[in-house]
């Protein structure tokens, strides 16, 4: 498993406008076999800033897989318009130092 996070730079304006975005891009990452869970956080101190954070089965399954795939179109489609709004993508290992509580 790997993990991708995407920073983005939105207008405060814009957010509800981006959520509901990419509420319907859930979908599209939902139907994907190779998408293992995901989540976008809204930055409480900056609310402009955002970070989707998505889990992958692998760089492949996502880069050629997803990528390549009817879902992948339906998911870019939804969020094309913050593209450019985009500061940071990149890839990431999950190490062995990580503990989760149930809430």
């Known amino acids: 498993m790997i993990v991708e996070y995407i920073r983005y730079k939105i207008s405060p304006s814009d957010a509800p406008r981006f959520e509901q975005d990419y509420a319907e891009a859930g979908q599209s990452l939902d139907a994907s076999t190779h998408c293992l869970g995901y989540e ?3 930055c409480i101190d900056e609310p402009g800033s955002y970070i989707l954070r998505i889990q992958w089965d692998s760089v492949e399954g996502h880069m050629q897989g997803f990528r390549g795939s009817p879902e992948f179109r339906a998911f870019f489609a939804a969020i094309k318009p913050y593209v450019g ?4 993508m990149r890839h990431y290992n999950v190490t062995a130092v990580q503990r ?3 809430p």
């Open 100 to 102: 989760a509580k149930a």
């Open 85 to 88: 709004m985009i500061e940071e």
């Open 40 to 42: 976008l956080a809204r």
